[in-house]
């Protein structure tokens, strides 16, 4: 199976079964969904009210659904990103977006599969909306859209998409697969680690294009100034000593031919007569 533009719908990705087993198992782990923002952090945003959960990886039904993906994309599936169930309650939606990043843009999402688990009608709401491509998709059970984030090495404008507010009291469910252009679990790639000493990048706040122009102190102000330990300083000293015996010692040896004099000490002569009494 290929892809085709704007979008792929596939009915019977998921067996109906598969579809309540996720609801089931899972449903009760969602928390409030956050967005990347142009940081690169994930932050709550009122354009994203619904809830999600990454679900295990080693979840049968998971594999079966992370293979699949990867096979059709055409990638190693060690592209697939940990899948994450949403679900949406009653006025909850997801305003228009993309799934590609802003900050992160070494390794793309290339590619999204998105899996409805339940079905909704009409007056229900719910659907995923697709401006650029004037197709509104609403939920199926089973039902897939494959859709590409990235075409031929580019960001794909087109795939600007909503998931619309649910009008009745029905939860919906549904699954992002999102494929990158390279492993997920090559975090080397993705985040650069801050030195043990600066803070953690989950605690830094978003730079605003303001105040990046003002300029950055040469030490983060809460950076922590650690001395070596004692017993390395001794090491240093003991090396800094051997190392200006040696050049004393081979400019001896150049200049003169031959190895220095150690000086020589001599103590005070003691005068007997000092110890008489
Ligand atoms: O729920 C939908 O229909 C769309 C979901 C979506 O766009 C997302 O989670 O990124």
């Not at 996720?22 to 449903?27: A, E, G, L, N, S």
């Not at 089973?142 to 600007?160: A, P, Q, T, V």
Request: hydrophobic share 40%.
């Amino acid at each position: 199976m290929t892809y085709e533009e704007p979008c792929k719908i596939m009915e019977g990705f998921l067996e109906p079964e598969k579809c309540r087993y996720i609801i089931d198992t899972y449903k009760d782990m969602c928390k409030r969904s956050t967005v990347v923002d142009a940081a690169g952090k994930d932050v709550v945003d009122p354009a994203r009210t619904s809830s999600t959960y990454f679900m295990p990886n080693d979840d049968p039904v998971i594999v079966e659904l992370r293979r699949k993906a990867a096979a059709m994309a055409g990638v190693p599936e060690s592209h697939v990103e940990g899948l994450q169930l949403v679900r949406y309650a009653k006025g909850e939606q997801y305003k228009f977006h993309y799934d590609y990043f802003d900050a992160i843009r070494h390794n793309q999402r290339e590619h999204t599969f998105l899996v409805y688990l339940n079905d909704f009608e009409l007056h229900e709401g719910g659907s995923t909306i697709f401006k650029s491509y004037g197709i509104k998709v609403y939920p199926r059970q089973g039902r897939c859209i494959w859709f590409r984030d990235m075409i031929d090495g580019k960001l794909n404008e087109k795939s600007l998409h909503s998931g619309e507010e649910v009008l009745s009291d029905k939860i919906k469910y549904a699954i992002n697969i999102w494929i990158r252009e390279k492993p997920v679990d090559d975090y080397s790639s993705i985040v650069v680690k801050p030195m043990p000493a600066f803070p953690s990048a989950g605690t830094t706040k978003a730079t605003t294009a303001t105040t990046a122009t003002t300029a950055t102190p040469a030490t983060p102000a809460n950076a922590t100034a650690t001395a070596p330990p004692l017993g390395t300083l001794i090491v240093w000293a003991l090396m800094a000593l051997v190392l200006v015996i040696l050049v004393w010692f081979g400019y001896s040896m150049f200049t003169k031919g031959r190895i220095p004099k150690l000086p020589t000490f001599s103590l005070p002569s003691l005068s007997m007569r000092s110890f008489r009494t």
